[in-house]
Nanobody, 120 residues
Framework: QVQLVESGGGLVQAGGSLRLSCAAS????????MGWYRQAPGKQRELVVI???????NYADAVKGRFTISRDNAKNTVYLQMNNLKPEDTAVYYC??????????????WGQGTQVTVSS
């Protein structure tokens, strides 16, 4: 069974930095895209950034120039370096793996979410 495990969330002051990690496991052959979404209280889940196995990257306008995604395809792991954090970045951040092919299944998978809180 495919699982995504996230780590790295926490509380930080505005202007600070955090690094999120997400590792996918479960007899995986390939993953098309890995990325991060976030959901703030009372709001819909939104895309933060996504990166394909071929290196194509798409950032939300709100995080361009501040957040950087990196991906280790061999380890099925994706990272999100978040710099110059703002209070409006406060949300639960979810990792998503899309187009997963594993020994047992195919599909898209989500992590459990990790809280990021930015104080002003």
């Amino acid at each position: 069974q495919v699982q995504l495990v996230e780590s790295g969330g926490g509380l930080v002051q505005a202007g600070g930095s955090l690094r999120l990690s997400c590792a996918a496991s479960g007899s995986i052959f390939s993953i098309n895209a890995m990325g991060w979404y976030r959901q703030a209280p009372g709001k819909q889940r939104e895309l933060v950034v996504i990166k394909t196995s071929g290196g194509i990257t798409n950032y939300a306008d709100a995080v361009k120039g501040r957040f950087t995604i990196s991906r280790d395809n061999a380890k099925n792991t994706v990272y999100l370096q978040m710099n110059n954090l703002k209070p409006e970045d406060t949300a639960v951040y979810y990792c998503k793996a899309s187009g997963v092919r594993s020994y047992y299944s195919r599909g898209d998978y989500w992590g459990q979410g990790t809280q990021v809180t930015v104080s002003s």
